[in-house]
């Protein structure tokens, strides 16, 4: 089966500009997770979609951080204005139902630089 | 609250040694516990999970984790390492309520020299 696809890999941009993460799950996965590492730190959950319903946000750093999962496909994480706390690597998680059995398949990341 | 330590940020071994590397959790519920690689440049690739089973559970690429209760960890080993295994490893906990979401360590890089 196809995995936990994120693009783009890397993106640069400018403090106060808009970037769109998106993440395609695996076909079937009803649930999404979003987590961040900022360097040196651990990584972090930031929110959690069961289908298209936000089940847990409360890793969300702040407003400018705005997840969608329209019809329970993929889903996008966008950071407007992006700040320069915002520069880390961005994870993307999928799993079934049974997450704790089944285990999480994630996706290789995007690795966010604000200048 | 949940949380994961791993104890050392840095590991180094020498190819066909012993691979320990520590991890301890707290939770006031039996824990679903994973290990986690990392390879440069890619994403993260599940190694092996706890759920509640054996206490002794093998993964793939010749490791293994043995969950202990009474000593709240999860170390993982690998009787003999390979320079393939130069990776940032994370163990990590599920949370218990409904979200499953993942409450990581840190991380400990496995540096192995020739």
């Known amino acids: 089966e196809a995995g936990v696809t994120q693009f783009p890999s890397h993106s640069v941009i400018e403090k106060g500009q808009t970037v769109t993460l998106r993440c395609d799950p695996i076909s079937g996965h009803d649930n999404l997770y979003w987590y961040r590492r900022v360097m040196g730190k651990e990584i972090k959950f930031l929110l959690h979609?069961?289908?298209?319903?936000?089940?847990?946000e409360s890793g969300m750093p702040n407003n400018r951080f705005l997840a969608e999962r329209t019809g329970g496909t993929y889903s996008t994480l966008k950071v407007q204005p992006a700040e320069l706390e915002d520069s880390g690597v961005y994870f993307c998680?999928?799993?079934?139902?049974?997450?704790?059995?089944?285990?999480?398949?994630f996706g290789s990341g995007t690795r966010l630089t604000v200048v | 609250a949940q949380s994961v330590t791993q104890l050392g940020s840095h590991v180094s071994v020498s190819e066909g040694a012993l691979v320990l590397l520590r991890c301890n959790y707290s939770?006031?519920?039996?824990?679903?516990l994973f290990w986690y690689v990392q390879y440069p440049n890619q994403g993260l690739q599940l190694l092996l999970k706890y759920t509640s089973a054996a206490t002794l559970v093998k993964g793939i690429n010749g490791f293994e984790a043995e969950f202990k209760k009474s000593e709240t960890s999860f170390h993982l080993t690998k009787p003999s390492a390979h320079m393939s295994d130069a990776a940032e490893y994370f163990c990590?906990?599920?949370?218990?309520?409904?979200?499953?979401?993942?409450?990581f360590g840190q991380g400990t890089t496995l540096q192995v020299k020739p």
């Open positions: 990590a906990v599920s949370d218990q309520g409904n979200t499953g979401k993942l409450i």
């Open positions: 979609f069961v289908k298209e319903s936000k089940q847990d």
């Open positions: 998680a999928s799993s079934p139902a049974d997450g704790h059995n089944y285990g999480y398949t």
């Open positions: 939770s006031s519920v039996p824990p679903y």
